[in-house]
């Protein structure tokens, strides 16, 4: 019986007889695409054929002589490729038998036979049938292709010996194969390399260069198979090590069971070990807590000593650690968050949303922090806590505010007795998780002392490059704080010094127009207030009266918190008389009932006194509470011209003070032409600003000094609808000034109906809410001349101010 023999294996046919292949090569066949399968001549391929396409094409050549030509295919992905999808080299393949599978795909085992070249195509359906050509090897004897063989076959048998996947029957086949093309089929075809690698060595015909590329393949393997040999015996090791000790560990706390010694000690220390090991800490840290655990099952449980490695060790146990993935944020239901939290700030909305936006798009980018400036009430915290829902994080609030000592931040070294971390890894622990929104409150009224400088220590933790790695003096260990959404607040930005400012982007949050604070009782305060005073929702119910009279008479503030207060008050009253029993039913609560549950008024509006004489004028003024009208009054009595300022004025505004003098002596014969020339030397001038025993400074009272200096001169009153606000120089030009909105508000409290301010301030109106616009004129100039034409009365018979 003839036999076709291949690598040792002799290949039957369907009926059990040996395939005999026919060496001739047609000259057209079927094409069969292979995936991520590359064929070699005189090797058995076994083929699984699922593809309606390659199922028909196998029925076809069973039908004939049961050849066919295998293509692989440049791209594993196309599942059906077409011919430009096909390499050009393959194998002529007979099939040697086939077995169709319960699920409709068949298996076939395929005699590799002659390698063919495709020279052009004749059909794609219903298969590809392409026309072909042998393309058989080049083989030059000599003995450098003796020595390729034989350092080929040498480091294959290495690879056989070292991988698992390579069965043993290799080592004997590549040893008695003597012929160096078969030789080079062989070992490609058994080789883990890519498909393209193998299609590059089918598509050589070159058997020496065919040999080269192989000595160089086979290297890089056996290379990797080292690598990989060294890696598992490591990892081998560290298991070996980790089985030894946890063995040791359970035979000490036998011994130690056995002799009624150490029970409670060494649970305690096995009880922190299991919690360190169930924690993914970064390398340091564990190396940290294993020395710290070793110090702790040394040391006596009755020594002070054991008591603060404990307490070390339990904080390392409390802080997160895991790094968690960050819930998407939705910035639709964020604005709804935002919306139905606060009223109005809509720009301050804006800001937060952008902020938000970009945290969505880049989850890992070290963003700015936040700093929410604004008077006391605004709802700067409440807008922290937002933000936090918004993003689906846990919050968290840190109170600085007359924090003097840098330990509050940082924490106290381990030397101390009693020594803790500070209020940002305390903050840490009680969220429970790396990436909360910690809001930092009142930022602004931190300061030095004894114990340090604690801003200075904000430094690091307000840093995005530098908070990575923060340190505490109680840990000494690093601690990432770059994923936690900082959030500060402040009242005073000034009072911030300035590396720490830097850090921060400033969202300036301004007060309330009487519409908003309306608006905000009636959506948040009463509800809240009835709730709490233990009323029915029905129960109470406050007109529009009522709260315009609280807002006016009883509370002077850019927020509402004072606002709050009363209300609450009135509901405790209200509360009371319902518990009495002297009130029953549905209680309304108008404007008249207000002031009879809370008295007199406790603020009264004075925009109109003292008017009846020149020499005063109604300045506007920024406080930490929101904007306020500062009046100024003059006087002259006989003298030698001394200018006298009194109300406390720090010397920022003595100095604009001092300017607007001089500039009115400079332009008497302009303002005032009927004014005797020497007017300023025969008369004493003293300039004081009411309200004495609180401290007044800042620029932005100079065109108010001028005005009230001007207005003594000419004996022309000051409007009692205008207020001003704004800085002068020596040549009478009106410089601008901050807080302008914050200042309108204060001036559309108390009843003002023009306001004066500097031309390079026209800008700021933008941001004024519609209400306030609407309310109120605003003049923007840019001399004092323009300032005196429209503040001063007309002149009248009147004679000017007389001493």
Request: negative net charge.
């Amino acid at each position: 019986m003839s036999t076709t023999e291949s690598s040792g294996l002799v290949v039957v046919g369907a009926d059990g007889a040996p395939l005999v292949e026919d060496p001739s090569v047609p000259a057209a066949l079927a094409v069969l695409p292979l995936r991520d399968t590359v064929p070699f001549p005189d090797m058995v391929i076994p083929l699984a054929v699922g593809q309606e396409r390659s199922l028909r094409l196998v029925d076809d050549v069973l039908t004939g002589d049961r050849r066919f030509v295998m293509v692989a295919g440049r791209d594993p992905e196309i599942e059906t490729p077409g011919p430009e999808q096909l390499f050009e080299v393959g194998v002529i393949g007979t099939i040697a038998r086939m077995m169709k599978m319960p699920d409709g795909t068949s298996r076939l085992l395929v005699q590799g036979g002659q390698r063919v070249r495709i020279t052009g195509w004749t059909q794609t359906e219903p298969w590809i049938v392409a026309t072909i050509e042998e393309f058989p090897d080049v083989v030059q004897e000599s003995d450098e292709l003796t020595a390729l063989v034989r350092e080929v076959q040498r480091t294959f048998l290495q690879i056989v010996e070292a991988v698992p996947y390579l069965p043993e029957e290799l080592q004997l086949a590549v040893t008695n194969v003597d012929d160096p093309s078969q030789l080079s089929h062989l070992i490609s075809s058994a080789l883990r390399i890519t498909a393209e690698e193998k299609q590059q060595l089918l598509e050589e015909p070159d058997v020496e260069r065919r040999l080269r590329r192989l000595v160089g393949l086979l290297a890089r393997e056996l290379e990797l198979i080292s690598i990989g040999s060294r890696i598992q015996d490591q990892v081998q090791s560290e298991m070996d090590r980790g089985q030894r000790e946890f063995v040791l560990r359970q035979q000490l706390r036998a011994i130690q069971e056995e002799l009624g010694e150490g029970d409670d000690a060494q649970r305690e220390v096995d009880e922190l070990r299991d919690q360190l090991d169930a924690l993914p800490l970064p390398e340091e840290v564990r190396d940290a807590s294993e020395r710290e655990l070793r110090r702790l099952a040394g040391i006596p449980a009755a020594s002070p000593e054991h008591g603060v490695v404990r307490s070390y060790l339990e904080w390392i146990c409390a802080l997160p650690w895991e790094i968690g993935d960050d819930a998407p944020i939705d910035l639709a239901l964020a604005q709804e968050i935002l919306d139905g939290d606060h009223f109005g700030l809509e720009q301050v909305k804006d800001r937060i949303l952008e902020h938000l936006a970009v945290l969505s798009l880049q989850p890992d980018a070290r963003g700015t922090i936040l700093c929410l400036a604004g008077p006391p009430g605004v709802g700067k915290t409440s807008l922290g806590r937002s933000i936090a829902r918004a993003m689906d994080r846990s919050f968290q609030r840190i109170s600085v505010g007359g924090v003097r000592d840098e330990a509050e931040i940082r924490g106290h070294r381990r030397t101390y007795v009693g020594a803790m971390p500070g209020t940002v890894l305390r903050a840490m622990r009680d969220a429970g998780t790396t990436n909360p929104v910690v809001l930092v409150d009142e930022i602004d009224k931190m300061s030095s002392g004894m114990g340090g400088d604690p801003t200075a220590a904000m430094l690091e933790v307000l840093d995005p490059e530098q908070n990575g790695t923060f340190r505490d003096h109680f840990l000494d260990l690093p601690y990432d704080l770059s994923r936690v959404t900082f959030v500060c607040t402040a009242n005073e930005l000034d009072r911030i010094p300035g590396p720490l400012r830097d850090r921060m982007e400033i969202v300036t949050i301004a007060g309330y127009t009487e519409a908003e604070k309306l608006e905000i009782a009636r959506r948040y305060l009463v509800p809240r207030q009835i709730q709490r005073a233990g009323l029915r929702r029905g129960q109470v119910a406050f007109s529009d009266a009522a709260l315009r009279v609280l807002i006016t008479q009883y509370t002077r503030e850019a927020g509402v918190r004072g606002l709050d207060r009363a209300i609450r008050a009135v509901c405790r009253k209200v509360a009371r008389q319902v518990a009495e029993g002297t009130v029953t039913g549905r209680v309304s609560i108008s404007g008249p009932r207000v002031r009879e549950l809370l008295g007199n008024q406790r603020r009264e509006r004075q925009q109109r006194r003292r008017r009846l004489q020149p020499g005063v004028a109604s300045g506007l003024a920024w406080t930490p509470a929101g904007g306020d009208v500062l009046y100024v009054e003059v006087a002259a009595t006989p003298g030698g011209g001394r200018l006298t300022l009194t109300g406390q004025l720090g010397d920022v505004m003595r100095e604009s003070a001092q300017a607007a003098y001089t500039w009115l002596r400079g332009h008497l014969d302009e303002v005032a032409p009927d004014a005797p020339a020497d007017w300023f030397k025969t008369h004493d001038t003293h300039v004081h600003v009411p309200a004495g025993a609180i401290p007044k400074d800042g620029p932005s009272a100079g065109i108010t000094i001028a005005t009230a200096l001007t207005s003594l001169v000419t004996g022309r009153p000051v409007r009692d609808d205008v207020a001003m606000t704004g800085e002068i120089t020596l040549t009478g030009e009106v410089l601008p000034i901050g807080g302008l909105k914050e200042k309108a508000l204060g001036a559309q409290d108390l009843g003002y109906k023009l306001v004066i301010a500097p031309g390079r301030n026209a800008a700021d109106l933008e941001d004024f809410p519609e209400s306030l616009r609407e309310g109120m004129e605003f003049r923007f100039v840019e001399r004092i001349g323009d300032v005196l034409e429209l503040a001063l009365r007309p002149p009248s018979g009147r004679k000017r101010a007389t001493v």
